[in-house]
C-alpha cells in the first residue's frame, strides 16, 4: 500500500532559523512522483515542488531546497533563515504513474509551522 | 497561471439542507478534484472527474454526490446536510499531462453545518 508519513505535526521556530519537515513514503511502484505544498493561513494550498523517483538530485529555489533519498524512502524539505511569511501547514504528498485517468495524489497529514518574530 | 474558483468561501447550512459547492477553473483542465479537510485527518479525496459528465469515488463519496456538466465546472452535492459534514472543502483541477499529476487548487469553502 502507498503511504506517506509526515511525522512532525507542528514544528515552531524563531524567524531566521533553519528548519527541516521530514516527509517518509511507501509505495511498491518504482516510478512514482512526490510533491510538497503549501497551504497558508488563507488556505489555498500551492504547489510547490515535483520529483520524480528517477531524479534524487537535490533541488534548491532560493531559501527552500529539498532532499529526496531513494534508500531512505525520504523527501524531506528545508527552509533556511525562516520567515513568518513561511508559516503554514506543508504537505507532502506521492502519486503513483500508471495507472491512468485514476492516478489520484496520496496525501501525508501535514506539518503546521509556526515561524515567530 | 492556473485559476481555481471556490464560489463560497465560508457558508453556514443547517441540517437537511441541500447543499451545492461550485468549483471552476479556466485552464481547460480535463481532471477535477474535491477532497475535504479535517484537523488530524489530512486531505481525504471525496470524489473526481476525469471528463465531462464522468465521475469516481473517491475515498470517502458516502453523503457527497457531484456534476461535471461542463469541463470548467465541478460541482459537489450534499443531498441533506449533517453536522458531520462540518469542513473544509477543497476543489483542485489537474492538467493535461495526468503523469506529472500537479493539482492546483481553490481557495477552500469552510462549511458549517447547524
Known amino acids: 500500500a502507498q503511504k506517506v508519513t509526515q511525522a512532525q505535526t507542528e514544528i515552531s521556530v524563531v524567524e531566521k532559523e533553519d528548519v527541516t519537515l521530514d516527509c517518509v513514503y511507501e509505495?511498491?511502484?518504482?516510478?512514482?512522483?512526490l510533491f510538497w505544498y503549501k497551504q497558508p493561513p488563507s488556505g489555498e494550498l500551492v504547489f510547490l515542488i515535483r520529483?520524480?523517483?528517477?531524479d534524487e538530485q537535490n533541488e534548491i529555489s532560493g531559501r527552500y531546497s529539498w532532499n529526496f533519498q531513494k534508500s531512505t524512502s525520504s523527501f524531506n524539505f528545508t527552509i533556511t533563515a525562516s520567515q513568518v511569511v513561511d508559516s503554514a501547514v506543508y504537505f507532502c504528498a506521492l502519486s503513483e504513474v500508471n495507472a491512468g485517468n485514476n492516478r489520484k495524489l496520496i496525501w501525508g497529514l501535514g506539518t503546521s509551522l509556526a515561524v515567530n518574530p | 497561471d492556473v485559476k481555481v474558483t471556490q464560489s463560497s468561501r465560508y457558508l453556514v447550512k443547517r441540517t437537511g439542507e441541500k447543499v451545492f459547492l461550485e468549483c471552476v477553473q479556466d485552464?481547460?483542465?480535463?481532471?477535477m478534484f474535491w477532497y475535504r479537510q479535517d484537523p488530524g485527518l489530512g486531505l481525504r479525496l471525496i470524489y473526481f472527474?476525469?471528463?465531462?459528465?464522468?465521475?469516481e469515488k473517491g475515498d470517502i463519496p458516502e453523503g457527497y454526490s457531484v456534476s461535471r456538466e461542463k469541463k470548467e465546472r465541478f460541482s459537489l452535492i450534499l443531498e441533506s446536510a449533517s453536522t458531520n459534514q462540518t469542513s473544509m472543502y477543497l476543489c483542485?483541477?489537474?492538467?493535461?499531462?495526468?503523469?506529472?499529476?500537479?493539482?492546483?487548487f481553490g481557495a477552500g469553502t469552510r462549511l458549517s453545518v447547524l
Open positions: 485552464m481547460d483542465h480535463e481532471n
Open positions: 472527474s476525469y471528463d465531462v459528465k464522468m465521475k
Open positions: 483542485a483541477s489537474r492538467g493535461p499531462d495526468a503523469t506529472k499529476n500537479i493539482q492546483y
Open positions: 509505495t511498491r511502484d518504482t516510478t512514482y512522483y
Open positions: 520529483r520524480n523517483s528517477f
